[in-house]
T-cell receptor, first 116, second 112 residues
């Protein structure tokens, strides 16, 4: 199998603080990981593509200074929401890409962020 | 940006009935994938269909792909209450590597 974990599964923080979310591929190496955001009853929106050892590629409209991504190893990528505000409250989901015939993405269980 | 549109947005059926969800997209694709998401959870990969395939089966799931119409459908046969979830299609465009673009999703409710 291919398992991706996220930590924490949920977090509540005060406005202005920073929150770090971890995404780990547990049984495979992921050169590439993806970060998505999902608002209630909506679809997943790709925020950025994280590549091990290099800078992340951000989608249009996503502030790179606000959503810091670090892909320090082949099994770990982190997303830090800096100076969080209530509008950043969302469900954040990561995926790890497992190379193969289709370079399939395996998704983590998501992190629910609530900013008060 | 989302390129996929799914219909219906919401579907409510009785156990044992079949559920059909449709997905349309705009660009040329390498493959199309269907995912399931239970409320507040991550995504579970259901099935992948390549651009040169027209139909694929997996258990109670049947997926079709019509590249001329840029559309796909997911059929769940003999539905169960446990099939209640949101279902998303996602495309991998020819020029986007492995990047997934998700459709808006269909919320399926199967009533016991």
């Amino acid at each position: 199998g291919a398992v991706v974990s996220q930590h924490p599964s949920w977090v509540i923080c005060k406005s202005g603080t920073s929150v770090k979310i971890e995404c780990r591929s547990l049984d495979f190496q992921a050169t590439t990981m993806f970060w998505y955001r999902q608002f209630p009853k909506q679809s997943l929106m790709l925020m950025a593509t994280s590549n091990e050892g290099s800078k992340a590629t951000y989608e249009q409209g996503v502030e790179k200074d606000k959503f810091l991504i670090n892909h320090a190893s082949l099994t770990l990528s982190t997303l830090t929401v800096t100076s969080a505000h209530p509008e950043d409250s969302s469900f954040y989901i990561c995926s790890g890409e497992k190379t193969g015939a289709y370079n399939e993405q395996f998704f983590g269980p998501g992190t629910r962020l609530t900013v008060l | 940006s989302q390129q996929g549109e799914e219909d219906p947005q919401a579907l409510s059926i009785q156990e044992g009935e079949n559920a059909t969800m449709n997905c349309s997209y705009k660009t040329s694709i390498n493959n199309l994938q269907w995912y399931r998401q239970n409320s507040g959870r991550g995504l579970v990969h259901l099935i992948l269909i390549r651009s040169n395939e027209r139909e694929k089966h997996s258990g109670r799931l049947r997926v079709t792909l019509d590249t001329s119409k840029k559309s796909s459908s997911l059929l769940i046969t003999a539905s169960r209450a446990a099939d209640t979830a949101s279902y998303f299609c996602a495309t991998v465009e020819e020029t986007s590597g492995s990047r997934l673009t998700f459709g808006e999703g269909t919320q399926l409710t199967v009533n016991p």
